[in-house]
């Protein structure tokens, strides 16, 4: 095997690591959720939906699917399904990302304070407990 095939198979391993991935923290992401989004949304055990839904298993999630809660004709028929790269795309600036949103949220312009967010509403099951 060549240098050059050692430092390409380095590469791609420490690409699909915890240390090549944009790992974000959960404790500042839970901070900036209680200070950003906690207003319209519930998340954990015991949440319900209130002037936005409830975040629990928003993760892996086709948007506007949550039982219960009134999500406008936009976000029902975006074909959105909350990955990380959509969530992130979506969190930065929701009417862009969705043209008819309901969502008033301005934006996360910052990329830590989206990583940190999704790490944090990524340890949530649909039920509420922490994975």
């Known amino acids: 095997m060549s240098w050059k095939s050692v430092c390409i198979a380095a590469a791609a391993a420490w690409a699909l690591s915890a240390a090549g991935a944009s790992a974000g923290d959960a404790a500042a992401g839970e901070?900036?959720?209680?200070?950003k989004c906690k207003t319209c949304h519930k998340i954990?055990?015991?949440a319900t939906n209130?002037?936005?839904p409830e975040l629990n298993g928003l993760i892996?999630?086709?948007?506007?699917?949550?039982?219960?809660y009134s999500f406008s004709d936009a976000l029902k028929s975006s074909g959105l399904v909350f990955d990380e790269a959509t969530f992130k795309e979506f969190i930065t600036s929701?009417?862009?990302?969705?043209?008819?949103?309901?969502?008033?949220?301005?934006?996360?312009?910052k990329e830590t304070d989206r990583d940190n967010l999704f790490a944090f509403l990524s340890q949530f099951d649909e039920k509420g407990a922490k994975k």
């Open 94 to 109: 929701p009417k862009a990302k969705v043209p008819g949103t309901k969502m008033v949220f301005a934006g996360l312009p």
């Open 60 to 68: 892996g999630s086709k948007a506007g699917t949550t039982e219960g």
């Open 50 to 52: 209130a002037v936005g």
């Open 44 to 46: 954990g055990e015991g």
């Open 31 to 35: 901070t900036l959720f209680n200070q």
